[in-house]
């Protein structure tokens, strides 16, 4: 295969193909800066993106990974997951050799953030494929004169064979907000998550990593930064009821997000906040 950075069409969306030399890609599309695609060297497709998903260069995409920012869900007067993820980021760096490559994007405020959110900020996302290893990285810079707060969020959809026989670790003990009950608080009593009905789980201080294992292949996954995971499966009903997922699409994945939700995050004038999802195919 041949490595390097590739600026593509991805059904009408401009995007970016990184790829190495040992058969790693991933897509990116500069519409949301969302990740939409990963293959590891060697393996299936790891991210999950809906074949149902509305490609129009305005609606959130169904699926990859949506960059949550600077609300995550609607925990705040703004769009649901904030705006990041329908906005048109640009390309500001790009790196390649045979054995990795790296891009970054970028998106600063403009007339139609400031009209939501009156805040100037800077936000740089970093891509990295190498070996069998996802790397996103997200530097959030307030380049305004006040401080301001946000949540955010990674909102990563992975790919799975079969939902129901998928099994998440290192969650044990961990207490969770429970958003299918009003954000009731609860403690991880189980060795493993196992998904058999809606979940939606906001899990907290969560700072060891975690293990997505499925009955022929493993997902290992660490993040650096952002304080919460939050699990999710919209399951029969809700999956049937969003437009852009088929009917069984809740069977083919699990969305295991790096985020920093439950407190907001505060940043003063002239700094940088740091969050980093690493994932990695065993
Ligand atoms: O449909 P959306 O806006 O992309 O959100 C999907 C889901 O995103 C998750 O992060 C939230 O925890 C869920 O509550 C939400 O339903």
Redesign the pocket.
């Known amino acids: 295969m041949k490595a390097g950075i590739e600026h593509i069409d991805f059904h009408g969306l401009p995007a970016l193909s990184l790829s190495t030399r040992a058969g790693a890609r991933a897509v990116v599309s500069l519409f949301g800066g969302q990740v939409l695609s990963w293959t590891p060297p060697g393996g299936g497709e790891r991210i999950y993106l809906s074949p149902t998903a509305v490609l129009d260069g305005h609606t959130?995409i169904?699926g990859g990974i949506?960059v949550?920012f600077p609300q995550?869900?609607a925990q705040g007067a703004l769009p649901?997951?904030g705006f990041a993820r329908n906005a048109i980021w640009q390309v500001e760096t790009e790196r390649s050799d045979d054995d990795f490559a790296l891009v970054t994007l970028g998106l600063r405020d403009d007339v139609a953030s400031r009209a939501l959110w009156p805040h100037a900020f800077h936000v740089e996302l970093g891509i990295l494929v190498e070996d069998s290893r996802l790397d996103i990285e997200i530097e959030i810079e307030n380049t305004g004169d006040a401080a301001f707060e946000f949540t955010a969020?990674l909102?990563t959809y992975l790919a799975v064979r079969e939902v129901e026989e998928s099994r998440l670790e290192g969650l044990h003990g961990h207490m969770f907000h429970d958003?299918n009950a009003d954000g009731q608080v609860m403690r991880e009593s189980g060795d493993v998550v196992l998904v058999e009905g809606e979940v939606?789980r906001?899990y907290r201080d969560v700072k060891r990593p975690l293990l997505l294992r499925e009955y022929d292949r493993s997902l290992g996954i660490n993040t650096e930064g952002f304080p919460d995971v939050?699990v999710?499966n919209?399951w029969e009903e809700r999956s049937a009821a969003?437009p852009d997922m088929p009917n069984d699409g809740f069977r083919r994945m699990l969305?295991v997000?790096a985020a920093a939700a439950v407190v907001p995050v505060t940043l003063p004038a002239g700094k940088i906040w740091l969050g980093r999802q690493t994932m990695v195919a065993l």
Do not use: G, Q, S
């Open positions: 959130p169904r949506p949550c995550f869900a649901r997951h969020a909102h958003m939606d906001i939050v999710w919209p969003l969305c997000e």
